[in-house]
């Protein structure tokens, strides 16, 4: 987007005002693209830094046919959520974690990057041009969508000579269809998500590429998604399509190590630190399929799907079920206490909030 004549000035917060709201079904919302008014876009060359970033109006991009990102997908995301707090005050989730895991994707990418600063408030700039569109407290969330790609023209395979960063924003509601009532799963026993030493460790876009035939015949099984297994035993449990999982067995609650497999969740990093906090034993470890069987619970965590239980999985034709398919006592106790944080209905004593 070349045009900086649709560039806007910088928003201000408003708290303990009547809601000025997109008109909307905020009832309604699930987790579909819905465009909202304002974006952000900053350029830099390769070997350069990010510089004068600014608002545009939502729209699309202009891009050559022959950019890194459309040719060879030099490109990763992130997902990060503004909630709005009962007092009207807008509040952001653990964005510097954000930050710092698009800087680490990028290293590996061969992309430049905005500062962790850059990055911050380009969110908050984002999100306070965004303003109506942040859900009313209690139906929802803004999900926000950074990218960072490889925009320049290229053709023999290299880095991108030009790269964008852009921030858009849409409302959402529930991730899963069946909104927070447990999800069932197929466990994928032919196709991985990642392979030792590739990118299955950061946020590029071919990652989510590469999921989509599982997860669409599973869905077309009635599954609602797929867990992947390692690509070297088939027998270490990975993650789901888009988020992390978590074994429940008594006071212990497992999930796979981060070993560059697995994507480092931001959730799953905060669910780890609320359980232990609340006297669980967390444990990160390899979780063998086998520990599935006799698992009390089994829940996913993710930005997008924030706390989903598992209410069964179906492995090699076998079908495990847990909780009788309600929400397990343990899962929805850590669905309570990570949301009150993330609504502002909790006090924050994790230092995690970010408030606008
Ligand atoms: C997120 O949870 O924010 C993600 O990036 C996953 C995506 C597939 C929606």
Redesign the pocket.
């Known amino acids: 987007v070349n045009d900086t004549a649709n560039a806007v000035p910088v928003a201000t917060p408003t708290s303990n005002v009547a809601l000025d709201l997109a008109e909307i079904d905020w009832d309604n919302i699930g987790?579909g693209f819905i465009p909202t008014d304002y974006m952000y876009i900053m350029k830099c060359s390769q070997g350069e830094n990010f510089s004068n970033g600014e608002l545009h109006r939502f729209g699309n991009i202009e891009l050559s046919p022959s950019a890194g990102i459309l040719n060879y997908g030099q490109g990763l995301?992130?997902?990060?959520k503004a909630y709005r707090k009962h007092d009207g005050n807008i509040l952001l989730f653990r964005p510097k974690e954000n930050a710092f895991r698009l800087r680490t994707g990028a290293e590996r990418m061969c992309m430049p990057s905005p500062s962790v600063e850059q990055f911050l408030e380009a969110v908050k700039l984002t999100v306070l041009a965004n303003e109506r569109w942040i859900p009313p407290p209690g139906k929802g969330s803004l999900?926000i969508r950074p990218l960072l790609m490889g925009s320049g023209a290229v053709l023999g395979l290299a880095p991108a000579p030009e790269y964008t960063f852009l921030i858009y924003v849409s409302p959402v509601g529930n991730?899963f269809k069946e909104g927070l009532a447990p999800i069932n799963l197929i466990v994928e026993t032919e196709m991985h998500r990642a392979t030792p030493g590739g990118t299955g460790g950061v946020?590029t876009i071919g990652n989510?590429a590469a999921v989509l035939k599982a997860q669409s015949a599973a869905k077309a099984k009635g599954f609602s998604d797929v867990l992947y297994l390692d690509s070297v035993h088939k027998r270490y449990l990975e993650e789901v399509?888009?988020?992390n999982v978590f074994v429940v067995k008594g006071n212990v609650i497992s999930t796979p190590a981060i070993k560059g497999t697995i994507l480092p969740?931001i959730?799953r990093k905060s669910i780890i630190d609320v359980a232990r906090s609340q006297g669980f034993q967390v444990e990160e470890r390899f979780v063998t399929v086998d520990e599935l069987l006799d698992a009390d619970e089994v829940f996913c965590t993710?930005?997008?799907?924030v706390i989903s239980p598992v209410g069964s999985i179906t492995y090699l034709g076998k079908r495990v079920t847990y909780g009788s398919e309600g929400v397990g006592v343990v899962s929805q106790q850590l669905y309570s206490s990570l949301t009150s944080l993330q609504m502002g209905r909790a006090e924050d004593k994790m230092g995690w909030i970010v408030e606008l």
């Open positions: 987790f995301f992130e997902g990060l999900y991730y946020k989510y399509s888009s988020c969740g959730t993710g930005t997008a799907v």
